[in-house]
């Protein structure tokens, strides 16, 4: 199984600002992704980091608000950027092995625009 | 494309009670299906999975669900309910490691309430 640490847990942000949310992971994986939770709502995909090349998003996420950097197989950042109280909720990392069908979650990031 | 649904928001069920928690998937390609537990305030615990091979698998906790394709349903289930199981179910689907890179399509989810 993989361990997967994120960074900060929780944040109170201004609107306008950005945030960017670290996650490490404790071994080698493929693949690496960020999920949304909004309050009270499902997880939502919005992309999946890919290790040295640009991230590839989901319908409706795009790469100016949501940046994301992968620059080794343990390592990727998500970054909100110009937040607004929209974009308050609960950020995810998860990573995935070669071996099909294990994916791992981090604790989240709970995020407040303000 | 792949999509899941979870009848039922929120279940309640007595302490000792069966749980009984319904998904039925979508998907083009044979399925891998998941259940997912979340706690309030922490990540996403995976409770059991299915891939391929026998269609009864059993999780932690003395969670189990059944993979029927005939039915295209994947139904949570514990025997006998415990106040620590009171939480968020998610089932997910994916499309594999080959077809969709493990990329997870989850339900809405369905809050848990144990009761005594």
């Known amino acids: 199984s993989a361990v997967i640490s994120q960074k900060p847990s929780r944040d109170i942000c201004q609107r306008g600002t950005s945030l960017t949310i670290q996650c490490q992971v404790d071994s080698q994986v493929t693949m690496m992704f960020w999920y949304r939770q909004q309050p009270g709502q499902s997880l939502t995909l919005i992309a999946t980091a890919n290790q040295g090349s640009e991230a590839t998003y989901e319908s409706g996420f795009v790469i100016d608000k949501f940046p994301i950097s992968r620059p080794n197989l343990t390592f990727s950042t998500l970054t909100v950027s110009n937040m607004s109280p929209e974009d308050s909720s609960i950020y995810l990392c998860?990573?995935?092995?070669?071996?099909?069908?294990?994916?791992?979650f981090g604790q989240g990031t709970r995020l407040t625009v303000v | 494309a792949q999509s899941v649904t979870q009848l039922g928001s929120h279940v309640s069920v007595s302490e000792g009670a069966l749980v009984l928690l319904r998904c039925n998937y979508s998907s083009s390609v044979p399925p891998y299906l998941f259940w997912y537990v979340q706690y309030p305030n922490q990540g996403l615990q995976l409770l059991l999975k299915?891939?391929?091979?026998?269609?009864l698998v059993k999780g932690i906790n003395g969670f189990e669900a059944e993979f029927k394709k005939s039915e295209t349903s994947f139904h949570l289930t514990k025997p006998s309910a415990h106040m620590s199981d009171a939480a968020e179910y998610f089932c997910?689907?994916?499309?594999?490691?080959?077809?969709?890179?493990?990329?997870?399509?989850f339900g809405t989810g369905t809050q848990l309430k144990v009761e005594l």
């Open positions: 299915y891939t391929t091979g026998a269609t």
């Open positions: 998860s990573a995935a092995s070669a071996t099909p069908a294990e994916a791992f």
């Open positions: 997910a689907v994916s499309e594999g490691f080959t077809g969709g890179g493990n990329k997870l399509t």
